[in-house]
């Protein structure tokens, strides 16, 4: 017989009750600490076009399973890209999307899908915040390195497409000193240093729209090419070799197709006969890639202009001048866009080159050039008519009818200066 009174018997099951509910608490928090020990940590994510159409939708994270995809509400497996190494101690994931996507999230994050008829097309290039030897930037001062604000700029424009023109790591060496703004930088060919020069920095914009990337010579295989072509290049991984040269192919677009060049480990000084070869064909197979309009989107121009030492004016790659004397630009091409030169230049040529945009200043130490480029030749050929603006930003392609508009926005968003693409000729309007 229990010798519990009422009050006793009131107070022992008040205590079991609070012992319950510890325990039902602890049991959750474990559940849940589990279940977060699982989820992976998902550290960049985007979406790319694809060699002759298509796109895919690319990941990086810490975790050792590919998570599913979720498009259009169905669940899609995405695959190894590139599993962890010593270098790279993430897991790289991908899955081809289906034409027509409406709807792409991976792991409660929403993505960008492809827009099949871009009317907002964001251009940039040369990226990178530059460490090697004595040419340093302040990489860690967002005043000193605009790419940072650059991307977030870009994004709020809401564009339908981002053309990045190559040159993404510009961190080839370690911080040479603790006052030099740099301090506690990675460097070389690995995650750190992708992340802090590219992937960080540019997840607003990689989040807003799918991407076209063009290898820039930062990237050819002595630099980070292992790294490009692991993570944004557009062929299967291949860990053990370092591709030096990757063929053109066609990006399909409603209004035009844009034809990607490698052109990453053309001399712009000498012109070594292998690579001329090398070009020379790239430039014959242009023609039957796709129709007219096409654009050309390369890294290096073939006749950029920058000013050197006590004022000469130079420019040229020597190794595409001399592929293109006998070959000369296909007729499909009806515009070239390329980085490099870290500065604007809008360009118009004689003999019926199609006109050429360079979009070099994304981040890295600009170059000088002259204001006014009309009248001035590079290598055989000569410029009707074109300019360069200093500092950095980025630009705005918007299409109405056959014409695009063409807004060069400083590193903040502002506009500085339009111009008019339409009919194989850029004209750009006074201040």
Not at 146 to 165: G, N, Q, R, S, W
Not at 227 to 246: E, F, I, K, M, Y
Request: aromatic share 6%; proline share 8%; hydrophobic share 45%.
């Amino acid at each position: 017989m229990s010798h519990l009174t009422p009050v006793m018997f009131s107070s022992h099951t008040a205590r079991m009750r609070i012992a319950i509910r510890l325990w039902l608490i602890s049991l959750l928090l474990g559940l849940a600490g589990a279940a977060n020990a699982a989820t992976p940590a998902l550290l960049s994510h985007w979406a790319q076009l694809a060699p002759g159409g298509g796109a895919e939708a690319r990941i990086v994270l810490q975790g050792n399973v590919c998570p599913p995809a979720i498009v259009d509400g169905a669940n899609m497996p995405m695959r190894v890209r590139a599993a962890a190494d010593k270098n790279f101690p993430v897991l790289l994931c991908a899955v081809t999307l289906p034409a027509g996507a409406k709807h792409l999230s991976i792991l409660g994050t929403d993505m960008p899908v492809p827009v099949a008829d871009p009317q907002r097309i964001i251009v940039l290039g040369d990226t990178g915040c530059r460490i090697k030897g004595s040419a340093v930037q302040a990489c860690n001062d967002p005043a000193k390195w605009e790419f940072p604000e650059i991307a977030a700029a870009a994004a709020k424009l809401k564009p339908d497409l981002t053309i990045h023109v190559g040159d993404y790591l510009y961190r080839e060496g370690p911080c040479p000193g603790v006052d030099s703004g740099c301090t506690g930088s990675p460097w070389g060919d690995n995650w750190n240093a992708w992340a802090a020069d590219f992937f960080t920095p540019a997840q607003p914009l990689l989040g807003a729209s799918a991407w076209v990337v063009v290898r820039g010579n930062h990237e050819d295989c002595t630099r980070g090419g292992p790294g490009w072509l692991r993570l944004l290049g557009p062929l299967a991984v291949d860990t053990a070799n370092c591709v030096s040269h990757l063929a053109p192919y066609p990006v399909p677009l409603k209004p035009m197709t844009l034809i990607v060049m490698d052109d990453a480990d053309a001399s712009d000084v000498l012109a070594p006969s292998d690579q001329v070869a090398v070009y020379r064909g790239d430039f014959a197979a242009i023609g039957r890639l796709a129709p007219a309009p096409s654009w050309l989107v390369m890294h290096r121009p073939i006749w950029g202009v920058v000013k050197g030492p006590m004022g000469m004016v130079l420019g040229g790659n020597s190794t595409m001048m001399a592929a293109v004397d006998r070959t000369r630009i296909a007729p499909n091409i009806s515009l070239l866009l390329a980085g490099h030169i870290h500065t604007f230049e809008a360009i118009n040529y004689e003999k019926g080159a199609p006109p050429q945009i360079l979009a070099g200043e994304g981040g890295d130490l600009l170059d000088p050039a002259p204001a006014d480029l009309t009248g001035q030749s590079v290598g055989a050929m000569k410029i009707t008519s074109g300019l360069s603006l200093p500092g950095y930003g980025f630009l705005l392609f918007t299409r109405a009818g056959n014409i695009w508009n063409v807004d060069v926005r400083a590193a903040d968003g502002s506009h500085e200066r339009s111009c008019e693409f339409a009919s194989g000729h850029i004209a750009c309007a006074a201040k």
